[in-house]
């Protein structure tokens, strides 16, 4: 149960731990409501996690590309109090089937401030036991038959006093609201409902054991699994993309003093979790990452098969990322249970270590060096063995476009296996791929294919009979800053010709999204004319989605205000992005598409720019680097 009313202070979002099946399946988020749900499967807007510059997908809107910005709002608006009642409400209607269990999610602030009816809130222990119906005297321990006890207890049996403690004099009352914030925070990592049925026949009844708070990670989450180290057996995922240390006023001098999450007490949680197989980190952990815990991901903990590091890109993550590889105990010839690695926007890490890292990942199939000193060398040194299925390579200004060419159309480990393959680039900084280069590519690129970046890149109308057969299998497709004119795009979702073999392509077009964004000839008015442009038509479904730059979106919204009539398209934009997305209501007699593919690893909507290490949820500051930059 979360208060409608947001805390006046900050509070820090949480890591998540939980357990996953042993095996490479995972059960869709689909299959059921998230614990945190209401009754009737629906997610409460207070009951999402917070976290400080962070964005969550939207899945209650029912339209592409919406979503949810997860700043902390220091007052509390009537609006959500008003929709948090009328939840409420909801939740009570009869037939409604109550759950069997239920524990505080991460707002909850303690058996004080629950709320009673309107605006009153509990105060007292004889508060709680009037909650619930009419009929209600007390918790269900309790005996309410007002019969007499003597008449229920057999003959000759002794009498038994029952003592009752004086509402508000217990000793669980007394203690200061603080600690019994914690204490619900030290439970919750026993006890959880289940987030997934377990499928029938796998044996496996999974267990989450996730959120506690980063400011007594060391004091009860640490301490309580070294008490119990069964617990951090089932631990499967260490997730912190939802960790920040805003608003805790950390110094140098408190980490050394308090068990806050630290390097020291970072390393302990490892050594805790034998079989933890995926470990999520980002930017506001990287002063807390030490070589100590970098080598335990790389080589004390055996069953891990994802990390990721986005966003750690100071100075002096850097230097303990090299004293991990390099400057104590060597790395094993191979790691051969490391499959997906993220190394986003690391920008500080010397081109020698992706040498001296990527040669020993035999069995890769993920790989984000997105905003990397990675060079040619580094790829060529791959192993033949991997499998590379999603590769991003965004923004790496150390790359030879001739080498980069000759190794996504050659090498073993991508030229048969891609499914994603990010190359965006900003022309006016640096061109990763010149005409000539884009020639030689497109004709290479398998048929597994099905997002394509080509951002930045030199596209010319000379690529169409090239983009035209990609268009029959990939689904999302970038060309920001190409040089297209309204007939090449038209040639993406129509029937085409190749002027120079004669041959007719009249397949459908597969694709569902398409950057556009600073193509010159994509103007407003030729967006609009619907007798030369097809982009806005049911003929170019089933695409959803266009994204264009700010100087297309900001007309786009003011038409839409002043527009009486709706045109079937609708604008959304978050950060530096913005996106045209179709309505489902203008293509009724088409099945209703919500995004889902088994390549975007839980993610819904389209453009993602980060490459996912695990299947799962997007928020937290992942969505940020994912939709938002």
């Not at 060419?405 to 393959?421: A, D, I, K, R």
């Not at 029937?495 to 694709?511: F, H, V």
């Not at 007798?531 to 266009?546: K, R």
């Not at 819904?604 to 940020?624: E, N, Q, T």
Request: charge should be positive; include cysteine.
């Amino acid at each position: 149960m979360a208060s409608a009313t947001a805390p006046l202070q900050p509070k820090p979002a949480f890591p998540r731990m939980s357990s996953i099946p042993c095996g490479d399946h995972f059960h869709s988020r689909d299959s059921s409501p998230s614990p945190c749900s209401t009754p009737d499967g629906s997610r409460s807007s207070s009951q999402r996690r917070p976290s400080f510059g962070s964005i969550k997908e939207d899945t209650e809107d029912g339209i592409a590309q919406s979503f949810v910005d997860t700043h902390e709002d220091p007052s509390p608006s009537p609006s959500s109090r008003e929709v948090q009642e009328s939840r409420e409400t909801k939740a009570e209607r009869p037939g409604m089937q109550a759950p069997d269990f239920c524990c505080p999610c991460g707002g909850f602030l303690g058996w004080k401030q629950i709320r009673l009816g309107g605006k009153s809130l509990s105060r007292s222990y004889s508060d709680l036991r009037g909650l619930g119906a009419a009929q209600a005297k007390g918790w269900a321990w309790e005996s309410h038959d007002e019969t007499p006890k003597q008449e229920l207890l057999p003959p000759k049996a002794p009498e038994v006093e029952v003592l009752q403690t004086p509402p508000g004099s217990s000793p669980l009352e007394k203690l200061p609201q603080r600690f019994s914030i914690k204490l619900s925070l030290t439970l919750r990592w026993i006890f959880r409902p289940m987030a997934t049925p377990p499928k029938r026949g796998s044996g496996f009844v999974p267990t989450r054991i996730p959120h506690a708070a980063c400011r007594d990670f060391g004091r009860f989450a640490l301490n309580h699994m070294a008490q119990y180290p069964a617990l951090g057996t089932l631990v499967r995922r260490l997730d912190f993309s939802h960790f920040t240390s805003v608003g805790l006023g950390r110094t140098k001098q408190m980490n050394s003093e308090i068990q806050n999450l630290t390097s020291r007490t970072l390393l302990q949680c490892l050594d805790l979790l034998p079989n933890l197989k995926e470990c999520l980190l980002q930017e506001h952990l990287e002063g807390d990452i030490s070589a100590e815990v970098i080598r335990k991901l790389f080589m004390g903990l055996p069953n891990l098969r994802a990390v990721d590091f986005c966003g750690c890109s100071t100075q002096a993550f850097s230097v303990v990322f090299q004293e991990a590889l390099v400057g104590g105990p060597a790395l094993p010839m191979t790691l051969p249970n490391l499959k997906r690695l993220s190394l986003h926007e690391c920008s500080t890490i010397p081109a020698p270590m992706f040498d001296h890292l990527l040669s020993r990942l035999i069995n890769l199939t993920h790989l984000d060096l997105t905003h990397t000193q990675v060079n040619d060398s580094a790829l060529a040194c791959i192993p033949e063995t991997a499998r590379i299925s999603h590769l991003s390579l965004s923004r790496c200004t150390r790359l030879r476009p001739c080498a980069l060419v000759e190794f996504l159309t050659t090498h073993p480990s991508v030229n048969q296996s891609l499914v994603y393959l990010n190359l965006l680039t900003d022309p006016t900084r640096f061109r990763l791929l010149e005409e000539t280069d884009v020639s030689a590519l497109l004709p290479k690129l398998p048929d597994t294919l099905r997002s394509l970046n080509l951002g930045g890149a030199k596209v010319t109308s000379d690529h169409v009979p090239f983009l035209v057969p990609l268009a029959k299998h990939l689904e999302e497709l970038g060309l920001s800053s190409a040089d297209l004119s309204v007939t090449d795009v038209n040639s993406l979702f129509g029937n085409y010709r190749n002027p120079a073999t004669g041959e007719e392509i009249n397949t459908p077009s597969t694709l569902c999204y398409i950057d556009l964004a600073k193509v010159p000839q994509m103007t407003i008015g030729a967006i609009f004319n619907t007798s030369t442009c097809l982009l806005l038509s049911n003929q170019s479904y089933p695409l959803q989605v266009v994204e264009f730059s700010d100087k297309i979106i900001t007309p786009l919204r003011e038409r839409a205000k002043t527009q009486r009539v709706s045109v079937g398209w609708t604008v959304r934009d978050l950060g530096r992005r913005g996106w045209y997305v179709r309505d489902p209501a203008s293509v009724p007699h088409q099945p209703l598409d919500d995004g889902a593919r088994y390549w975007k690893m839980g993610a819904r909507w389209w453009g993602s720019r980060k490459i996912p290490m695990v299947v799962g949820d997007v928020g937290g500051l992942y969505g940020h680097y994912m939709f938002k930059k």
